[in-house]
């Protein structure tokens, strides 16, 4: 992979926080020259410190940012894309390749503001931080092989990157594994939360809900079997599983409710490409 990213060329973040201080992490750790890389920011990064401190170059606005990056991610809020896209006119090229990892925001949208050029819109997630990330990406049809393939490095380098061939399933992508990360955090939540009602001590049960959620998921990366057979191989009959499978999979259970959740987020997505 660090091969992948010498041939990356400058590259500029714009938005340093969550998810684009995630990623540029990701980039670092998989050999990315921190010489390539700039980040304009005007709240400066906070969590970028150390990064800064690597070599990074750190911006506070367009004019302190040197022209020609050959890749611009745009990692800021949905919200501030149609100000901040303009102020980034005058520092592209005519092919400089715009990845946007802001949820909601269409290509037509970013085209609109920067005009007719190449951009791949990417959904990646925070796992990244600790390259178990995963990111579905779509590329417009200006984007070339060469150009694919360094978007596909820059992303791949937290993890894996599925490529989507309509860009309205991006937003299901937002919906199961963007967002995906808080519904495992609050899964932990809920899981020391009913130990604590169980009788355990609330640090003990954090604890156990933790490792728990860790382990598992880290199960299901290395073993080769589906979740179906590893929840089957938990469970055994009239056993304890079994109790509270009966009540997670009724059919007002766990399934239903996170469909509706999944779907709430990517409902949530189209809304704001339409905003
Ligand atoms: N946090 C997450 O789990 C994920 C976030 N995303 C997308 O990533 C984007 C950023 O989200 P977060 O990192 O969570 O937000 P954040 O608030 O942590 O980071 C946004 C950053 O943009 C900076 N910023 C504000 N105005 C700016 C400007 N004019 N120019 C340059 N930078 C500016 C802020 O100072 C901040 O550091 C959003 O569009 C979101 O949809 C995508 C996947 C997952
Ligand atoms: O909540 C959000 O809008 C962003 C996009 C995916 C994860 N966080």
Same mark, same amino acid.
């Not at 998810?19 to 980040?39: C, I, K, S, T, Y």
């Given at each position: 992979m660090a091969g992948a990213l010498e041939t990356a060329g400058r590259v500029l973040l714009v938005g340093?926080?969550?998810?684009?201080?995630?990623?540029?992490?990701?980039?670092?750790?998989?050999?990315?020259? *921190?010489?390539?890389?700039?980040?304009?920011? *005007?709240?400066?990064? *906070?969590?970028?410190?150390?990064?800064?401190?690597?070599?990074?170059?750190?911006?506070?606005a367009p004019a302190e940012v040197e022209r020609g990056a050959d890749t611009v991610i745009l990692a800021v809020k949905p919200q501030v894309m149609e100000a901040v896209l303009p102020t980034l006119l005058p520092l592209l090229a005519d092919d400089t390749l715009i990845v946007s990892v802001a949820a909601g925001r269409t290509v037509?949208?970013?085209e609109a503001a920067l005009g007719e050029r190449p951009v791949v819109r990417a959904m990646p997630n925070t796992p990244a931080l600790v390259n178990r990330g995963i990111t579905g990406a779509y590329p417009n049809a200006r984007v070339t092989g060469p150009m694919r393939a360094r978007a596909q490095a820059l992303l791949e380098s937290s993890g894996p990157v599925e490529w989507v061939e309509r860009e309205a399933l991006i937003d299901a992508v937002t919906g199961v594994s963007g967002s995906g990360p808080a519904y495992v955090f609050l899964l932990a939540e809920a899981l020391a939360e009913a130990g604590v009602a169980a009788g355990l001590d609330p640090a003990l049960a954090m604890r156990l809900a933790r490792h728990t959620v860790a382990g598992a998921g880290e199960l299901m990366i290395r073993s080769g079997d589906e979740p179906a057979q590893l929840r089957r191989n938990v469970t055994s009959p009239n056993g304890?599983?079994?109790?509270?499978?009966?009540?997670?999979?009724?059919d007002d259970g766990f399934g239903p409710l996170l469909r509706r959740a999944v779907l709430a987020a990517r409902d949530r997505a189209e809304a704001l490409s339409r905003a």
């Open positions: 340093g926080g969550n998810m684009g201080g995630a990623m540029l992490r990701g980039w670092l750790e998989a050999g990315l020259d *921190p010489a390539a890389v700039a980040v304009l920011d *005007p709240n400066g990064a *906070p969590l970028l410190a150390d990064i800064v401190s690597r070599g990074v170059r750190l911006a506070a037509a949208s970013i304890t599983t079994q109790a509270a499978l009966e009540i997670l999979m009724a």
